[in-house]
């Protein structure tokens, strides 16, 4: 069974505009949540996070909120430029330990 | 910085020979682990390591594969003997202990095998 989910395969969005990246998960007892960026060819690099006692976490042009009463966590790009395209994958854990991974959603961010 | 260091970047080999995937993690990091990207399954954790010690190899799909941290730094992920199935990108991640910290994740070996 697929603990994290990202339902949304790809998205497409134009310079400037926001960009909403949404992942669902089934296991209540994560309580640390993460983002990560990837390139082609490259490793996930590590983009926000967030603890179960938060409801948002904020750095720069990205947002991520939690909310656990529906299970549910999104990322913000606001503005989104042209180097954001790549595909990201939502991460939760039990304290901090093994990392469950969603699938991924490959973000184009048209020029 | 250096970050994690994986090797090699690419190997190709035939169904049945060994192969032995490496790793340098981050330099104060205790905990690495590895794990296996395919299309099917995602990003899927394989194994990992606290202070050098094995804590959970659930991940690990058969006995044909092995890993061993021998020190801080340096982790190897074993197959013997390789199959075709196995042709994945395997990641190697690193974190420091303690907190809520992040995994920071190499570059990955792309295993292809024929």
């Known amino acids: 069974d697929q603990q994290v989910k990202q339902n949304s395969p790809s998205l497409s969005v134009q310079e400037g505009r926001i960009s909403i990246l949404n992942c669902d998960y089934t296991?209540?007892?994560?309580?640390?949540f993460l983002w990560y960026k990837k390139y082609p060819a490259e490793g996930p690099t590590f983009l926000i996070s967030?603890?179960?006692?938060?409801d948002k976490n904020e750095d720069g042009r990205f947002t991520v909120f939690l909310n656990k009463s529906a299970k549910h966590l999104s990322l913000h790009i606001v503005p989104s430029q042209p180097g954001d395209s790549a595909v990201y994958f939502c991460?939760?854990?039990?304290?901090?330990?093994?990392?469950?991974f969603g699938k991924g959603t490959k973000l184009t961010v048209n020029p | 910085d250096a970050g994690v260091i994986q090797s090699p970047r690419h190997e190709v080999t035939e169904m049945g020979q060994e192969v032995t995937l490496r790793c340098k993690p981050i330099?104060?990091?205790?905990?690495l682990f590895w794990y296996r990207q395919t299309m099917m399954r995602g990003l899927e954790l394989l194994i990992y390591?606290?202070?050098?010690?094995?804590?959970?190899d659930s991940g690990m799909p058969e006995d044909r594969f092995s890993a061993k941290m021998p020190n801080a730094s340096f982790s190897t992920l074993k197959i013997q003997p390789s199959e075709p199935r196995d042709s994945a990108v395997y990641f190697c991640?690193?974190?420091?202990?303690?907190?809520?910290?992040?995994?920071?994740f190499g570059d990955g070996t792309r295993l292809s095998i024929l």
């Open positions: 390591f606290n202070n050098n010690v094995p804590i959970d």
């Open positions: 991460a939760a854990s039990i304290l901090s330990e093994k990392l469950v």
């Open positions: 330099s104060g990091h205790n905990s």
């Open positions: 991640a690193s974190r420091p202990t303690g907190g809520n910290q992040p995994q920071h």
């Open positions: 967030i603890s179960s006692i938060k």
């Open positions: 296991n209540s007892m994560f309580d640390y």
